[in-house]
């Protein structure tokens, strides 16, 4: 187990040096300079020239790129062009939305996939499956900003139930600033709930076709029972798979719903940053988002190797 997770461990770290390697070039080839950017087209040359020299970018590519690493390693990320702020700061105070925000799209997530999948599993080729699994193809097919939009005229400006936009604050209490999160949430959850709900259905249909399924069954235990004890403990290996790629998927996939419902989160950042052509702000969230959904995945094979143990059987 131990040379495993080592080789998961070795993958990680090459993956993330190959991210981080790739994320640097391509910001770093975008056209355009930073200190003119900051400055203006007004500025004159040596004002430019100064404060790029100030800003480091005058030194030749290979140093920008290990002091940035060298930087990442201690925590120092730098100062923001635009907001003359930690970049550390920046990002930390956005992660108090955009995390929770992940948080909440899981939940939602995984409440209504397991619900719809067990469902249907249960009633499979019958009136109810069909149903539902048309909605989830219909789920999938849905742009996450385009489903926002509808939510937004629904609840917010037909039903006047919740905001259209911003973020309370937690500072306001924790019912306000769920509030203000719900329907972001949700708008996060349908795409990856339609997923996780085809991806339970099958597993647990393959699960129900097993010989101690029909045991069970011989034994005298009821169809719920069955299902409940032991066909959805062995189901959830491939879905719990599935649910830790899709909690990835959510952190980068705020960025986008952010915007719409003008939340003050990662994605916005990002966003200010780029117009701004804060250059250091968008490589250093980047390269958390990226970091983020590789350390995710590798999380999940580990706990895939603990749940199947034929996993690293296999692996050596």
Same mark, same amino acid.
């Given at each position: 187990?131990?040379?495993? !997770?080592?080789?998961?461990?070795?993958?990680?770290?090459?993956?993330?040096?190959?991210?981080?390697?790739?994320?640097?070039?391509?910001?770093?080839?975008?056209?355009? &300079?930073?200190?003119?950017? #900051?400055?203006?087209?007004?500025?004159?040359?040596?004002?430019?020239?100064?404060?790029?020299?100030?800003?480091?970018?005058?030194?030749?590519?290979?140093?920008?790129?290990?002091?940035?690493?060298?930087?990442?390693?201690?925590?120092?990320?730098?100062?923001?062009?635009?907001?003359?702020?930690?970049?550390?700061?920046?990002?930390?105070?956005?992660?108090?939305?955009?995390?929770?925000?992940?948080?909440?799209?899981?939940?939602?997530? !995984?409440?209504?996939?397991?619900?719809?999948?067990?469902?249907?599993?249960?009633?499979?080729?019958?009136?109810?499956?069909?149903?539902?699994?048309?909605?989830?193809?219909?789920?999938?097919?849905?742009?996450? *900003?385009? *489903?926002?939009?509808?939510?937004?005229?629904?609840?917010?400006?037909?039903?006047?139930?919740?905001?259209?936009?911003? /973020?309370?604050?937690?500072?306001?209490?924790?019912?306000?600033?769920?509030?203000?999160? #719900?329907?972001?949430?949700?708008? #996060?959850?349908?795409?990856?709930?339609?997923?996780?709900?085809?991806?339970?259905?099958?597993?647990?249909?393959?699960?129900?076709?097993?010989?101690?399924?029909?045991?069970?069954?011989?034994?005298?235990?009821?169809?719920?029972?069955?299902?409940?004890?032991? !066909?959805?403990? &062995?189901?959830?290996?491939?879905?719990?798979?599935?649910?830790?790629?899709? *909690?990835?998927?959510?952190?980068?996939?705020?960025?986008?719903?952010? &915007?719409?419902?003008?939340?003050?989160?990662?994605?916005?950042?990002? *966003?200010?940053?780029?117009?701004?052509?804060?250059?250091?702000?968008?490589?250093?969230?980047?390269?958390?988002?990226?970091?983020?959904?590789?350390?995710?995945?590798?999380?999940?094979?580990?706990?895939?190797? /603990?749940?199947?143990?034929?996993?690293?059987?296999?692996?050596?």
């Amino acid at each position: 187990m131990s040379l495993f !997770v080592l080789r998961r461990l070795l993958t990680l770290l090459a993956t993330l040096a190959g991210a981080s390697l790739i994320i640097f070039l391509v910001l770093d080839a975008l056209p355009g &300079n930073a200190a003119q950017m #900051l400055m203006g087209a007004d500025a004159s040359p040596d004002a430019v020239r100064a404060l790029t020299i100030k800003l480091g970018l005058d030194q030749p590519l290979v140093n920008r790129y290990l002091n940035w690493i060298r930087g990442m390693a201690v925590g120092d990320l730098g100062n923001s062009y635009a907001y003359g702020t930690s970049v550390a700061e920046l990002i930390g105070e956005r992660l108090t939305l955009t995390v929770p925000l992940a948080i909440m799209s899981m939940l939602i997530t !995984v409440v209504l996939a397991l619900a719809a999948g067990i469902y249907t599993a249960a009633n499979h080729n019958r009136l109810g499956d069909v149903g539902v699994m048309s909605l989830t193809q219909i789920g999938i097919a849905l742009p996450n *900003f385009w *489903f926002a939009i509808l939510l937004i005229l629904l609840f917010s400006v037909k039903l006047q139930w919740l905001s259209a936009g911003g /973020f309370a604050g937690w500072d306001e209490g924790i019912w306000p600033a769920i509030r203000s999160l #719900l329907l972001p949430a949700i708008s #996060l959850a349908v795409v990856q709930a339609a997923i996780l709900a085809r991806v339970t259905r099958s597993a647990v249909l393959e699960v129900l076709r097993e010989d101690f399924v029909r045991t069970a069954r011989a034994k005298g235990i009821s169809k719920r029972g069955v299902l409940w004890h032991h !066909v959805l403990r &062995n189901a959830m290996i491939p879905v719990m798979t599935v649910m830790g790629l899709q *909690f990835a998927n959510l952190l980068a996939g705020t960025i986008v719903i952010e &915007n719409v419902f003008y939340l003050p989160g990662l994605g916005r950042l990002i *966003f200010q940053s780029i117009a701004n052509r804060d250059l250091i702000v968008v490589r250093n969230c980047v390269m958390l988002l990226a970091a983020m959904v590789i350390i995710v995945n590798f999380v999940v094979d580990v706990l895939y190797a /603990f749940i199947d143990p034929r996993i690293k059987v296999h692996d050596l």
